[in-house]
Structures are given as C-alpha cells and as structure tokens.
C-alpha cells in the first residue's frame, strides 16, 4: 500500500443531502446495465447532465459501457447502457471485534474480494485485547490490508473503511469507548491514516451495515430501515430517506443497557438483565459451556453442535433469537421502521432461529424483519461499507481523481 503523504479525509457528513453525481452512480449501481435515458428519467436529471456524468465517471473509471448496445425501437444511435466497472478499484476494510480484527478488500458492488482474519493474543486465552495495544492492533491490521493489496497490484485502493462496535465517533474519526476492548479515545482515522496514506473513515459497525444493506442488500429501496447487531456487542442503528442517525458525537444506537423483563445476567454497569448481557455471544457461550455444549468461546461451535443434534445446544439458540425478537419489537414499537434487519449468528444460520426471532417479533410485524444479507462476511462487510458509503454519497470528492 503506498506510504504517500495524503492526509486521512474528513468523512462526508451524513445530514448532507445526496449529490446529483451520487444519484447518478447510484441509478448504475441499482440499475445497471442502464440507458442513459432511463437514468435521467429515473433521476428527474437532465439528459445532459447525467451524460456529463457519466463521461466523468468514465473518465475515471468508475463505470464502463456494456458490451452489448441495446437497440432503440426507432432509427438513430442505440441506447448504449453504462454499467459500474468493478475490475479497477477496490476499498480496504476494517473491523476489529473483541476476538480478532478481520481485513477485507471490497469492489464497488460490495463484494469481498480478499479478507483475513488477525486473531488478538492474550494470555488468559480469552481472545480480548488490552487498551493499550491499540495502536499495535490497528498497525497489524495496516500491515494486512498492505499484504491483501500486494497479492492484487491491478487493483487501486480508493480508501479504507472502519468499524467496530461500542461508542465510535464518525466525525472525529474516533473510538470512543469500547469497553469489551479497552479501548478508550483511540484515533483511529490518524492511527491508520498515517500507516496507510489513505483517507480513512470511521463509523460504528450496526450503521455501517445499515449503509450496507441500503446500498447492497435486503434493505435496498426501504424508505427506513434498523439494523439489530447481536454479537458480544449489542447495538442498533437507524436510517431513514437514506440518511443514517448518528446523534451528537456519534452515541446514537447505544441500547446495550437497555432493560430485559426476567433478566437473570449481571451486567458490568451493576443492574442485572440489561440488554447485552442477556444476549451477547459471551453470554452463550458460558451458558453453553454450563450446559456441556462446548467448552470454547467460539458462538458458532454452538451453532455446530446444534447442527449435529444438540438438544442443549438448539435450546439455546432458539431461546436467544426469541428474546432478540423481543428486543427487536420494542425498538419496532418505538422507530416503525419499514425494514428491520438482524445480524445474530443463530439467525444467520438456522431457519428455526429465524422462526422464533419472527415469533417473538409478533405475527404483525414479523415479515418485515430479515436477517443480514451479508451472512458469511458480515463483519467484512461492515469495514469497508464505510469507505463505500462515502465513495456512493459524493463521488467525485472522493474519486481516484482525489486521491
């Protein structure tokens, strides 16, 4: 990865409106292969000025003409549709969790290209990491995306992308407080910025695949849409007409303390039944071990043993995607949001998990919960979602031409 000396970008704001240019690629990333025509009428744009764009995003490789023209019903030139060119340009990914870092490279439609997982060390084998190794953790994850680039060298980076879970100022480029990493105040836009020479944009994990979802996956075309992240972090997120709440300083989406009626869990605030302690991937996997599943901290080994005929290990599961309907259904009762979306390992992969996650939903409101698009690269996703959230908000700002 070049070492050049460009400065970690300002992200774009989110409360920005959409620029003409972003409509545009937009329209091609939804539509393509698309007529020009029909953009500019999908678009209300003038017929010149999205063919004014598209020369520039041609120019900049960004789209490409389809090979095959298609024919106009008259005479005259044929429509020639434009298509996104994912073959030149790629964003880099970062996601660190409490176990491992995962390192990605994504094309413009979103599709990893390259990831590797960075486990963190740490001796009581707990699969954590201390605060002060921040910056060691983020220089690690630096040197991998290098390494992912240099087996692609037809590939150009146009940023990197970064998320986590816990409180993550976007604006400041800043993780503000993690306490299942230790991290406190870590700047990570300047850490990784200086590391990569790239701009760097930073965002917690539930909006950064909220902003995944609207561009790539389910939820594409909703007019609203929460997106529930259950992991060993419990945290949600919000978009509505195409802008993702963030709140002041970034804190918006922070429910881990939320109450559960019957909570049993004790919680590190010092109440009992809040909502990630009842359901975070810790949480089961010490049920799991108490009840002779597995005796690892692996959540998916649960999802494993369920598979080969667990009774424990199905309990489990079907248990805790119930209860994250429960919770869904509080946030539903007070966002109506037209979508809902759910990352829970369970539910990602087991069709009775997503049955009780709908069941404790509620019959009225269940066909409108789905489970992430993303179930095997989740957490890829969610790194470099950020980078391309801003590529697909202001194009040109932030094009090969930029950087």
């Known amino acids: 990865m070049p070492r050049t000396a460009v400065p970690p970008a300002t992200p774009t704001p989110t409360s920005r409106r959409r620029t003409s240019a972003s409509v545009v690629l937009r329209s091609v990333l939804e539509h393509g292969p698309v007529a020009r025509s ?36 008259g005479v005259g030139r044929p429509h020639v549709p434009v298509d996104l060119d994912d073959s030149r340009f790629v964003v880099g990914g970062v996601h660190v969790a409490v176990p491992y870092t995962t390192v990605t490279l994504l094309d413009l439609r979103g599709r990893v290209v390259a990831v590797r997982e960075l486990r963190h060390d740490r001796a009581d084998g707990g699969g954590g990491i201390d ?15 290098t390494a992912l680039l240099d087996r692609s060298p037809r590939l150009r980076c146009l940023g990197v992308g970064f998320a986590a879970g816990g409180w993550v100022d976007r604006d400041s480029g800043t993780v503000v407080e993690h306490p299942l990493l230790g991290w406190r105040e870590v700047p990570v836009r300047e850490l990784l910025g200086a590391r990569t020479g790239l701009p760097v944009h930073v965002d917690g994990h539930a909006r950064a695949l ?9 939820a594409r075309g909703s007019r609203s849409v929460l997106h529930l992240f259950v992991g060993n972090v419990v945290d949600a997120a919000f978009a509505t007409n195409d802008e993702v709440h963030h709140g002041p300083r970034s804190q918006a989406g922070a429910i881990a303390h939320l109450p559960v009626p019957g909570g049993t869990e004790p919680c590190a605030c010092g109440r009992t039944g ?60 007070v966002l109506n949001p037209e979508t809902v979306v759910v990352t829970e390992v369970g539910i990602l992969h087991r069709e009775d998990c997503l049955l009780a996650l709908r069941e404790g939903v509620g019959d009225d409101r269940a066909s409108s919960v789905v489970p992430s698009s993303f179930p ?28």
């Open 38 to 73: 029909t953009i500019a009428r999908l678009t209300g744009l003038s017929p010149a000025s999205v063919t004014d764009y598209c020369s520039r995003f041609t120019e900049l490789g960004l789209i490409r003409e389809s090979e095959v023209p298609k024919r106009s019903q």
């Open 131 to 145: 605060g002060s190794d921040a910056p060691a953790i983020l220089a690690r994850a630096a040197a991998g995306l």
């Open 210 to 218: 909220v902003n995944a979802e609207r561009l790539f996956g389910r």
């Open 274 to 333: 809040c909502l990630q302690a009842e359901l975070s991937e810790r949480t089961l996997c010490r049920r799991a071990r108490r009840a002779g599943v597995t005796e690892g901290v692996n959540p998916m080994h649960v999802v494993t043993a369920a598979a080969a005929g667990d009774p424990a290990a199905l309990r489990l599961l079907v248990e805790r995607a119930n209860a994250v309907g429960r919770a869904a259904r509080l946030l539903l009762d």
């Open 376 to 403: 095997d690269s989740v957490l890829a996703v969610a790194g470099g979602s950020v980078a391309l959230d801003v590529l697909y908000r202001d194009p040109l700002a932030a094009s090969p031409e930029a950087i």
